[in-house]
């Protein structure tokens, strides 16, 4: 059989168990068996070959100790303590709170690496406050579900370590390539939300102005972020650390912040425990099954074929960059990013690397494509969380008022693509 008429029916097959419902990672493995089975008469005994090449992996193991780290600090009190301080110093911006949000999930971002728990948390945080002072609900939740993106590209970020270990490339230099982006973004974002403020005055009530003594003495309220963001932030690019050894230190830390908010008590660090254990568990289960599925592809020449074809078209160098970037976009508003990315990472790399592109670079112009992805219909994981806490808004009315934010993003991909350089100059400078 032709690897043409093989990849049409392997891809029919995923597409249809996704149809009906089952999970991406169970879909790429039966997927992934029945090529083992009937396409390439190889033994089962390949798929635990699989599973131990693809999860035995020292980086890798950063992933929990960061989603630990965010979970203890999620349920410290420490992000309302933050959210209240930020209020001092960001607050008088115009649309206020709008502005807060998306200044604190970039510092949240630093801590979790997680889009969702950053919603969860936000929608239960600033939305009750943002109401309270008569915010317009469309500003209120833009804000916080485009904001809660920034804690898939803010450093630690839990799909630059995936895809770290995936392609091989350091984690260290992705977390320096994402910072540079990550601040430009940010500050794309706020002055988003000024000018929409600025479009619509009703949106948004007049901020007050604090006094300068309330903003030093809310810098008290800071300190522990940035006393853990730079411990482990820092002990990576000083070289100090590996990733998975600053997660470590990063993850003591916050249980050492809990204790001294008082919040640190056996439910809590059990809760932080289970967290980590479900969503590495979770992540481990695709990283299996795409590793598996994509071992079927490439052996049977599937990958060749579609990057090849890729490559002859008539398009150039940045006509080839933009169907890329519209199959993402495509793609994001039907699969989980980390899904997406491991499934089209054999097929995308050989075309990069073939047009001059750097793997580190990739890296993180895609989280800013997967971060897309989480607030576009109708299967944003960003929409449905925040749904899943405010009930009584719709998630087509969520991904309504995300969009005058989503264009933003948008436009952030296409600066990454026209200057690289953005990404790669802090990497250069640390290594």
Do not use: C
């Not at 000083?238 to 640190?264: D, K, Q």
Request: net charge positive; glycine share 10%; hydrophobic share 60%.
């Amino acid at each position: 059989m032709s690897p043409e008429l093989a990849g049409i029916i392997l891809v029919g097959g995923l597409l249809l168990l996704l149809g009906l419902g089952v999970e991406i990672a169970i879909a790429m493995g039966v997927i992934a068996s029945m090529s083992l089975l009937f396409f390439q008469g190889k033994s089962l005994i390949q798929i635990a070959w699989t599973a131990w090449e693809s999860l035995n992996s020292f980086t890798l193991l950063a992933m929990p100790l960061f989603i630990f780290m965010g979970s203890v600090f999620s349920g410290s009190g420490a992000v309302r303590a933050l959210f209240g301080a930020l209020d001092k110093w960001v607050g008088f911006l115009p649309g206020g709170l709008a502005s807060v949000v998306i200044a604190a999930n970039a510092v949240f971002g630093a801590i979790s690496g997680s889009s969702v728990a950053a919603a969860a948390t936000f929608s239960l945080i600033a939305f009750p406050e943002m109401e309270r002072r008569g915010y317009a609900p469309r500003l209120s939740i833009g804000s916080i579900a485009v904001g809660g993106t920034l804690s898939v590209l803010v450093p630690p970020s839990l799909i630059l370590i995936v895809y770290g270990s995936w392609e091989n490339q350091s984690v260290a230099r992705l977390f320096a390539a994402a910072m540079v982006p990550g601040i430009i973004l940010s500050l794309l974002l706020l002055l988003t939300v000024m000018f929409w403020v600025k479009l619509s005055p009703d949106m948004a009530p007049q901020p007050p102005r604090a006094s300068w003594k309330e903003r030093f003495l809310a810098i008290k309220q800071l300190v522990p972020w940035i006393g853990v963001v730079a411990a482990v932030l820092g002990s990576i690019f000083g070289g100090l650390m590996t990733p998975t050894e600053a997660a470590a230190l990063g993850a003591v830390l916050s249980l050492i912040i809990a204790w001294g908010y008082g919040n640190l008590n056996y439910k809590m660090v059990k809760e932080s425990f289970l967290t980590g254990v479900r969503v590495t568990a979770m992540i481990g289960f695709i990283i299996f099954a795409a590793r598996l599925l994509s071992f079927s592809f490439q052996d049977m020449g599937i990958t060749q074929k579609i990057s090849s074809y890729i490559l002859s078209l008539p398009l150039g160098k940045y006509g080839i960059m933009t169907f890329l970037v519209i199959l993402y976009l495509i793609l994001g508003m039907f699969f989980d990013s980390l899904a997406m990315m491991l499934l089209t990472l054999p097929f995308v790399m050989p075309v990069l690397i073939n047009l001059g592109y750097d793997p580190i670079w990739w890296g993180v112009t895609f989280v800013v494509l997967a971060e897309i992805g989480l607030i576009t219909p109708p299967f944003g994981l960003n929409l449905f969380t925040i749904h899943g806490v405010l009930p009584k808004y719709s998630v087509v009315f969520i991904a309504r008022s995300s969009l005058p934010l989503l264009g933003t993003m948008i436009l952030m991909v296409w600066i990454l693509i026209f200057f690289p350089k953005l990404s790669l100059w802090l990497p250069k400078i640390l290594y």
